[in-house]
């Protein structure tokens, strides 16, 4: 169900501007959760911001970006800075803009792993949607490591089985073979109609993510691979009151504590596990 200031909206309400667009409201319409918005305004950003993940992930899968864990990573150096422990950091001076821009446009000098895959697919989506200038203000500092996110990014979890097209999914392999742990799970985007797209598996349905994660288990494997019930979100909200601002570039802010764990392939939950097991420390 669809709730705009407090009252359900049918779906023939909602100029949608294209069929992905056509495609997220019937779910949303048909769904048994309410989705709540306070304007049609906010319903639309959402909408085309979803519709641009779904762009960004299929851009990602066409691109000669390459599979890698942590200590193989490698990026444009004329951008980006790789780190001692397999990080990409944007290099001082260059536009945040750029440097998203550039891992598309000369995807073959790119090699990450899938957190941070997912990480750039939404950098790109929410930049193509609000446009330079808002993101650069934004995201001045651009750290994609694992989970590790802008806080203006506004990523939060929610425990479903409704998944939205541009929701981040996460496969499970529990038996995975230790000899490439980089094979423990698989982050992917949904992208409607029961498909996925994992960076380094491709596009595929639920069922053939599953039969390729299994393949990739150990020897004596009992237990299948499977999609959980684990979904990654924006902040749409925070997001829109950002879009077509004229604010200046740069800005500096405080960021998120990096937490290096070594573990590739993770879900979001996990490393929030991580970040909340050594705040509790200090």
Same mark, same amino acid.
């Given at each position: 169900m669809i709730q705009i200031g407090g009252r359900l909206v049918e779906p023939d309400e909602i100029n949608a501007a294209n069929s992905e667009?056509?495609?997220?409201?019937?779910i949303m319409s048909s769904s048994q959760n309410v989705y709540a918005f306070h304007s049609m305004d906010a319903l639309k950003f959402e909408l085309r911001v979803r519709r641009s993940i779904l762009r960004s992930a299929e851009l990602m899968n066409q691109s000669e970006v390459k599979f890698?864990?942590?200590?193989?990573?490698?990026s444009d150096p004329r951008y980006w800075i790789v780190t001692n422990y397999g990080a990409i950091r944007l290099?001082?001076?260059?536009?945040?803009? #750029?440097?998203?821009?550039?891992i598309y446009s000369n995807s073959r000098?790119?090699?990450? /792993?899938? =957190?941070? #895959?997912?990480?750039?697919?939404?950098?790109?989506?929410?930049?193509?949607?609000?446009? /330079?200038? =808002?993101?650069?203000f934004l995201f001045p500092d651009i750290y994609i490591y694992s989970w590790h996110a802008d806080s203006d990014l506004g990523l939060y979890p929610v425990y479903t089985r409704r998944f939205l097209p541009g929701d981040i999914v996460y496969f499970d392999n529990p038996?995975?073979?230790p000899q490439a742990p980089q094979w423990r799970g698989e982050n992917a985007v949904f992208l409607g109609n029961d498909l996925y797209f994992?960076?380094?598996?491709?596009?595929?349905?639920?069922e053939q993510m599953v039969i390729t994660l299994n393949e990739l288990r150990r020897p004596d494997a009992g237990r299948s691979s499977y999609l959980t019930n684990l979904v990654v979100r924006l902040n749409y909200t925070h997001m829109q009151q950002f879009a077509g601002s004229g604010r200046a570039y740069p800005r500096r802010k405080y960021q998120p504590a990096l937490i290096l764990h070594n573990?590739?392939?993770?879900?979001?939950?996990?490393?929030?596990?991580?970040?909340?097991?050594?705040?509790?420390?200090?």
């Open positions: 667009e056509e495609m997220i409201v019937r890698a864990t942590f200590d193989t990573t490698r290099r001082p001076g260059v536009k945040p803009s #750029a440097a998203i821009q550039d000098e790119y090699a990450f /792993e899938c =957190a941070g #895959a997912m990480l750039i697919i939404y950098y790109h989506a929410v930049l193509n949607v609000i446009g /330079e200038s =808002a993101f650069n038996d995975f073979d994992g960076h380094g598996l491709g596009i595929l349905s639920a573990e590739n392939s993770i879900p979001y939950e996990r490393y929030r596990y991580y970040m909340n097991k050594i705040f509790k420390r200090i």
